[in-house]
């Protein structure tokens, strides 16, 4: 079976599936890159030679074998680029694409008023219901916000990232995991959509309690500054550090040593693969709901703590109630990492990928029952909150 995967270019979060997916191919599967690596993710440390990758091929060096890999192949899955070009004649023709999507409205709901953005999702997603035409959705919102253009009904399946997996044993947490202070970790671009800033206020409470830590902040970005004055002007020197961007797999290590891992972002997050990454390295990690990834990979209480985006006085309390309960913060690094070792890793998702592309070309829609490939629920997401946590 050949599998073609259109996107706008590879990464170091897309090889570990796409490695599963050329082996299950026999050698049958092409990731079709259509544009260069964004300027501002090479600056993260992102940028990899692929170019001996035996799967790559790069739209612009070769549209021609692209195209013909497009058209021929038994399945397409495609994402990541605005320009449905791509795909338009394969749609027309009635073959099989699986879309992969993050969230249609990250900026809010309310664009779906617009008449031109309401033609654009018709042609390019509701006018294909009757069509072999079915969607990944990367983000627990993704089926609410096509729910609202009335696309893919049926045909919508649980979706997301799959970070390099791991192998941990239980030594391997104990050594990781030493240490009398707990150490918190927050990894990503300051951007104002990310609430780097909701974290230091959260952390004041707690020194002012008397809770000791020790927070670092891998990256920079445009809110550094405010970050750095507000350490300074509060006393949190010696209890905050922020190195800077590391390598991906300086983050890994990082994360291994950490007790706990903040991801704080808003609605604007489609997924947020770092929280796959913290959670395979044991972390207990502590999670916005208004992340892509919290609605597949959290659950309150289990895996992992979910607090209401925006409110740091409960980010605060989830922080502290890890840092003062050691018992709690191993119970939940450990079924953090049984989460992605038993389901949400690259080898179990391409073993279910494979499986349903097969089932497609028979002309059957199945769901898996957990985990990836299980049917998208839609859930509001003016009540998304209360769903994972039971809370209002």
């Known amino acids: 079976m050949r599998i073609t995967f259109v996107s706008n270019y590879i990464n170091h979060h897309q090889i570990p599936i796409a490695e599963e997916l050329y082996r299950l191919t026999q050698g049958e599967y092409r990731f079709i890159q259509t544009s260069p690596m964004e300027e501002d993710r090479i600056k ?44 338009a004649d394969r749609i027309d023709a009635g073959k099989i694409v699986i879309r992969y999507s993050e969230r249609l409205y990250r900026e809010g709901q309310w664009k779906a008023v617009s ?9 390019d997603h509701t006018r294909h219901h009757k069509r072999p035409v079915y969607l990944l959705c990367s983000g627990g919102y993704v089926a609410d916000d096509f729910e609202i253009v009335k696309a893919y009904r049926g045909k919508r399946f649980r979706w997301g990232y799959f970070t390099q997996f791991e192998k941990l044993n239980d030594e391997d947490f104990l050594e990781y995991k030493q240490g009398n202070t707990v150490r918190i970790l927050w990894a990503g671009r300051f951007l104002a959509l990310k609430h780097s800033m909701d974290v230091l206020e959260a952390l004041l409470r707690l020194k002012r309690k008397g809770i000791r830590f020790e927070m670092q902040f891998v990256g920079g970005g445009e809110c550094e500054n405010q970050m750095r004055d ?6 949190l020197e010696n209890d905050v550090k922020i190195t800077g961007f590391l390598k991906p797999a300086q983050v890994r290590e990082e994360m291994k040593k950490a007790h706990i891992y903040l991801f704080t972002s808003d609605y604007r997050e489609g997924w947020g693969a770092v929280v796959n990454e913290a959670m395979n390295s044991g972390c207990a990690v502590v999670v916005s709901h208004a992340v892509g990834a919290a609605p597949f990979l959290i659950k309150h209480g289990e895996n992992g703590l979910i607090y209401k985006s925006g409110n740091v006085e409960a980010l605060a309390e989830c922080i502290e109630r890890l840092c003062e309960d050691a018992g709690l913060r191993q119970l939940l690094g450990k079924n953090a990492y049984k989460t992605i070792e038993q389901e949400w890793n690259p080898k179990e998702a391409a073993v279910r990928l494979f499986r349903l592309c097969e089932n497609l070309m028979q002309g059957e829609v199945s769901f898996e029952k957990s985990g990836p490939l299980s049917e998208a629920e839609v859930i509001r997401q003016s009540k998304m909150y209360e769903y994972l946590t039971g809370k209002k």
């Open 44 to 87: 993260q440390g992102w940028a990899e030679d692929f170019s001996q990758l035996p799967y790559l091929l790069l739209y612009e060096e070769n549209p021609q074998e692209c195209k013909r890999r497009i058209s021929e192949s038994e399945i397409v899955i495609f994402g990541g680029v605005e320009d449905e070009s791509y795909i």
């Open 115 to 123: 008449p031109r953005g309401l033609i654009k999702k018709y042609h």
């Open 230 to 235: 507000f350490i300074s002007s509060h006393g």
